[in-house]
């Protein structure tokens, strides 16, 4: 993509995606409120309010504070929901909700990191249920996202096992690296929030996407590129069209210029009859 990714073969090396309005335009979790409400697990009440929460997300991103807000909010939100419900939901909606809001870029970037070699790796706030499907989605190579504590009865407790978000990120990334045999120096992260800096500083190629104004302000300072996207695109829109076949385009000369002819030969008969009418009028 516009010559933003170097190929190296050795040592092995990961790029790191933040989700929300990094790789999507919305937040996933959110996005998914209507099939939960629809799906019996949250009011029409509690509908509206993550509704009001993804638009204020979207305008203005979100802080560490209302980043704290949203987690209390939603751990307390789906506590009791059976967790086999909630995949089902979201596998059923997961391409009519997702795959329209993925940004066309993002996904360059990830093909064009698979191309050199490199590992795609989802870092993502929002819960494992919903950001595993979509890292298959993309075609990511693995997934590090925010775990909810599962009880007895296979539903959620409200408690969070594990929290993907600030230091945590970074501390997932360096962990892989040291797993996987990633050189942090080679790597790539990209994210929209000045709640991931910890994340972009942990690798030797950061990039601020659609930054908000504190990430704006460090990626100047640091002298960090600055990307926007600004097309979100259905995955499959974005599949080359194949080039059509000599055959058909015969086939399909030969059938306009049939037609044509034929739309001749009917304006030319008309006209004979017409005249033919006159005539007999006339005499």
Not at 95 to 108: G, N, Q, R, V
Request: contains cysteine; glycine residues 6%; charged residues 25%.
């Amino acid at each position: 993509m516009l010559g933003l990714v170097e190929n190296h073969s050795m040592p092995r090396a990961a790029a790191f995606f933040d989700l929300d309005k990094t790789v999507i335009a919305k937040s996933s979790t959110l996005t998914f409120s209507k099939s939960f409400y629809r799906g019996g697990l949250i009011s029409r009440r509690a509908a509206l309010r993550t509704a009001y929460i993804q638009f204020v997300f979207l305008v203005g991103g979100a802080d560490h504070d209302q980043m704290e807000r949203m987690r209390e909010y939603l751990s307390a939100l789906c506590k009791g929901w059976n967790v086999a419900q909630v995949k089902e939901l979201v596998a059923e909606t997961l391409h009519d909700l997702i795959d329209p809001i993925i940004y066309d870029e993002a996904a360059s970037l990830i093909e064009d990191h698979h191309a050199a070699g490199r590992d795609v790796v989802i870092v993502s706030t929002s819960g494992a249920e919903v950001v595993e499907p979509i890292g298959e989605m993309l075609g990511a190579d693995r997934v590090v996202a925010t775990r909810m504590v599962v009880g007895d009865d296979g539903c959620f407790t409200g408690e969070v096992e594990y929290y993907a978000y600030g230091p945590t990120k970074a501390e997932a990334v360096r962990e892989l690296a040291e797993s996987e045999g990633y050189d942090l120096s080679r790597c790539y992260a990209y994210s929209d929030s000045a709640t991931d800096l910890p994340m972009l500083e942990a690798v030797g190629h950061p990039y601020a996407v659609n930054p908000d104004r504190t990430l704006r302000r460090e990626a100047v300072a640091r002298d960090w590129p600055v990307l926007a996207f600004d097309k979100p695109v259905r995955l499959k829109q974005r599949l080359p069209e194949m080039p059509p076949r000599p055959a058909l385009v015969a086939a399909a000369a030969l059938g306009a210029a049939a037609a044509t002819a034929a739309l001749v030969w009917y304006a030319s008969r008309r006209r004979q009859a017409a005249s033919l009418t006159r005539a007999a009028q006339a005499a």
